[in-house]
């Protein structure tokens, strides 16, 4: 019998029990290459289970000494000759659980008697070996559990001081290795029993622009159990996240003033909202500040009559709307009263033209309308009444050609129409009658239903069906140039999704898969077997998040880095249920993940991931240290290497290894100085010991060694600082 294997340095060790005992192997998958790690017997702990994993050139794990009756730590350097030793006897009797590692560091769930079930670490000795904070204070217990890595932090799920049908209620927690860093994530404690709720109050009300990141804060509508349905504002903290104005105060239904449709223009934010005056959807607008949310006009919109899409076109607001005399028409607006108007009455009298779905393409709108003639068809507008008029009658007769999946790519219109001979197939236009045509007849005989479009290194990518189901396709926007990127038919597809270098998309069978274009790069990434399907796919700093129901955990947050085992979930939210993550949105200024979830307890809430990493390197641009040069001496500019190209960070000289001549240099802001004139007679070399320090506290240290190219006292003498 054997216990599950890890992989350290190439070679595979795992526990086995050959009838004398339980030891430590490792193999290089040979026979003669599968030998003991060493001869100590080993009792497995925890239900059976030894914990075994790799931190750094180590293995740690744990064992139970039946003769003390107390669980162990022990660590390997995994060599069959090499040393294995105990890293310390952990107090108590509890059982040890939940090994993750994270900065070369493990972290676990203990019980040791005294501080109940909570969070411990080890860094593989006996000092670096404790318990991280008592989250429960006495002999309570958290207990921790489902301990996830992200970035430099470990999240758990930890019992809260909130109880919830008779117990205490989980909570997300986050840590750092230090007590002060191992912090409760929920941002809005008063609002526990509220409910911070983007949900729609009908799926008319769905809106795809929310939540929205601007002026760095997340825009989103919320329900605090208070207010009712009003525009909330979040800076990604407890204290910065607050309503921007309650619109029509009241706390619940008709006293909600259900804003939607956000939309920027002319640096100010609009979406349509109801103050209760009128009864009608009113046009609002806001600089982000709650004096400065004003109603910009009551535009008479009977209910549900501003529920589609705005768009800003060069300063002005296209948008749809019904009011009752006009029927279902094209609107506009430049943020004023007297500039807001119906732009033009397309199907004449109460009529709709049914103005549907908007897509911008350089300086012109394109839309599908019905003018009650021929049915609908595209349009297009400037914005101006002159400027609105029919592109192409592409159906004759009143059925129209019911054009769809509106897509700009490098300035031109790509869409799906039926032409009433050839099925619906991909078209493209550029507004013109002769510039707009049918691009290719992908499903001969039938309909190939062209739609998520996607630009993915300068090609259109989208889905279309055959016989056997949907495909992924390519056009560069030739008849030639479009084709199909691989025969495998996937039933049906969505989400296609640039992330990183890849081009991800989701199939009818809870399966994920990546492309780089090409049939052989187009391989499925994780299969979540019985599941529902993957939504939400989002790229955050080139890494995939997204939601999943995979039968169990429920709907929760997933992530993966595009391979099998880089595909795990992120924290299970709800452990009662679905948490059903959803509204994910990355704000890479932050580096920051805003997502909308059901932790079982207060509803729907606004919940951040913080995705900062530490700098991994500090390169110095040489600078010239002339001998007997006036002090202080210029040696050059630091930088810093970090995954999270946007991050800020400061310099400093710091004790530790390579430190020797620290006190005779300074920093100051990204310049690293000598402060006394350099003699190379007496000492041709310096060591000095930098750190790099980013916005959020993370940081990487390098020890640095100057080196003399010129010792001749006939040229001046330099050195050039450089990598040790």
Known sequence: MLFRSITHNGLLYFFANNGSGWRLYQSNGTTAGTVTVSTQFFSPTDGGSFNLISVGTQLLFTSWNSSTGRAELWRSDGASAGTTARVAELAGTGAVHDFRIVNG???????????????????GTAAGTGLVKDIQTGADSSTPRKLTPLGSSIYFISDSDRYDWGGRAPELWKSDGTAAGTVSVNLNPTTWDANINTS??????????????????????????????????????????????????????????????????????????QDGTSGNDQLWSTDGTSVGTTLVKDLGFTWGGATLKMLDLNGRLVFQGYDGTNGWELWSSDGTAAGTRLLKDIN?????????????????????????????ELWKTDGTPGGTSLVRNIAAGVAGSDPDNLFDFNGTLYFSANDGVFGRELWKSDGTVAGTRRLKDINAGGSSDPANFTT???????????????????????????????D??????????????????????????????????????????????????TDVNGVLFYSVNDRVYGRELWTSDGTPAGTRIVNDLN????????????????????????????????????????????SLAPGKTFEN????????????????????????????????????????????????????????????????????????????KSTRLNSSHTVISYAVFCLK
């Open 200 to 273: 729609p109050l009908n799926s008319i009300y769905d809106d795809p622009n929310a939540p929205m990141l601007w002026q760095n804060k997340l825009y989103y509508y919320a329900d605090n159990g208070v207010n009712g349905r009003e525009l909330w504002s979040s800076n990604g903290t407890a204290t910065g996240t607050q309503m921007l104005k309650d619109i029509r105060p009241g706390s619940v239904g008709s006293t909600s003033s259900v804003p939607l449709n956000l939309t920027l223009s002319n640096n100010r934010l609009f979406f349509f909202a």
């Open 348 to 376: 004449p009298g109460s009529a709709w033209g049914a103005i549907w779905p908007l897509t911008k393409v350089n300086n012109t709108v394109f839309f599908s309308a019905d003018d009650g003639v021929r049915g609908r």
């Open 629 to 704: 040069a006036p002090a202080p001496t210029n040696v050059g500019v630091l930088g810093t290497s970090d995954r999270n190209g946007f991050d800020t960070f400061t310099y400093a000289l710091v004790a530790g290894l390579g430190d020797i001549d620290n006190s005779s240099f300074n920093v100051s802001g990204n310049q690293l100085w000598l402060n006394a004139s350099a003699d190379f007679e007496t000492k041709p070399t310096y060591n000095v010991r930098i750190r790099s320090t980013d916005q959020g506290g993370l940081f990487t240290d390098k020890d640095r």
């Open 105 to 123: 560091n493990a972290y676990f769930g203990y019980n040791d008697g005294i501080n109940g079930d909570e969070l411990w670490m080890s860094n």
């Open 575 to 618: 452990p009662f249920g679905s948490s059903n993550p959803r509204n994910l949105r990355y704000d890479a200024v932050k580096n920051t993940l805003y997502l909308l979830a059901d932790n079982g307890r207060s509803g729907q809430e606004l919940f951040t991931i913080n995705r900062n990493e530490a700098p991994t390197d500090i």
């Open 488 to 537: 495998q038919p996937f039933g049906t597809l969505s989400d296609l999704k640039v992330v990183g270098n890849s081009l991800y998309f989701v199939n009818d069978a809870a399966q994920i898969w990546k492309t780089d274009g090409t049939n052989a790069g187009t391989t499925m990434v994780v299969n979540h077997l019985g599941g529902a399907n993957p939504t939400g796919l």
């Open 456 to 486: 993915y290194q300068n090609t259109l990518y989208f889905t279309a069906y055959n016989n056997f189901g949907a495909e992924i396709w390519r056009t560069d926007g030739t008849t030639k140039g479009t084709f199909r990127i691989t």
